[in-house]
């Protein structure tokens, strides 16, 4: 079974650009989360998806937004990339839309703004 | 302050060690306990999971919590290389049964067990 897949595995950008990061989640689950882990800061809660509507959404600024689509599949933008969001994306999914439930994660999209 | 404290390490110790990991917080609404593994490169893998005050285990690994300080910690029994790795704490707020999506994490420990 194919586990929660990321792509791009890496991006560079410059300051300014936007950035799309794409999460497939396992066959099955309807929730998937965004996570960013900076260096020294650890993971922070992003955003939460559940059978296509935004649950619940972390301290982030609002150029930062994200969609999932009809096969659960997710997408995160960040607008207006500034140097400090040079992270670590983890997208993770779950069988239902609550964290009582195993979350999976992938091994996340490497953000590099220039 | 932060909501969960996690001492960073690093942390070196010889292949069958006992290692202790551990972590604080301050919200009183965490009801859920994780811990995560982490390998370089890779995203965090579900270890452990405990909503209880107490001690839970599995192979090599107990997770333990006590509510009444904040306090949760992850022992691993005679440690291998293969589990170094940086080890985070994870915690979920429940609050009148409804989820919010959301784990608030540790910083991290990052753990290195040699032969």
């Known amino acids: 079974e194919a586990g929660v897949t990321q792509s791009p595995t890496h991006l560079i950008k410059t300051r300014g650009q936007q950035a799309t990061l794409r999460c497939s989640p396992i066959s099955g689950h309807t929730s998937v989360y965004w996570y960013q882990q900076a260096l020294g800061l650890g993971l922070q809660f992003l955003l939460w998806y559940d059978e296509g509507e935004e649950r619940n959404r972390g301290n982030f600024p609002p150029r930062f937004s994200g969609r999932q689509f009809p096969n659960y599949s997710s997408e995160l933008n960040v607008n207006a990339l500034e140097l400090e969001d040079s992270a670590l994306y983890l997208c993770?999914?779950?069988?239902?839309?609550?964290?009582?439930?195993?979350?999976?994660f992938g091994s996340g999209t490497q953000l590099s703004v220039l | 302050q932060k909501e969960v404290e996690q001492d960073p390490g690093p942390l070196s110790v010889p292949e069958g060690a006992i290692v202790s990991l551990n972590c604080t917080y301050s919200?009183?609404?965490?009801?859920?306990f994780m811990w995560y593994r982490q390998y370089s490169r890779k995203g965090p893998e579900l270890l452990m999971y405990?909503?209880?005050?107490g001690n839970k285990e599995d192979g090599r690994f107990t997770a333990q919590v006590d509510k009444s300080s904040k306090y949760i910690s992850l022992f691993i029994r005679d440690s291998q290389p293969s589990d170094s790795a940086t080890y985070l704490c994870a915690m979920e707020s429940n609050a009148g049964g409804t989820s919010y999506g959301k784990l608030t994490f540790g910083q991290g420990t990052i753990l290195t067990v040699h032969p």
């Open positions: 993770a999914s779950s069988l239902v839309g609550t964290t009582n439930e195993k979350l999976f």
């Open positions: 405990t909503y209880s005050s």
């Open positions: 919200n009183s609404a965490f009801q859920y």
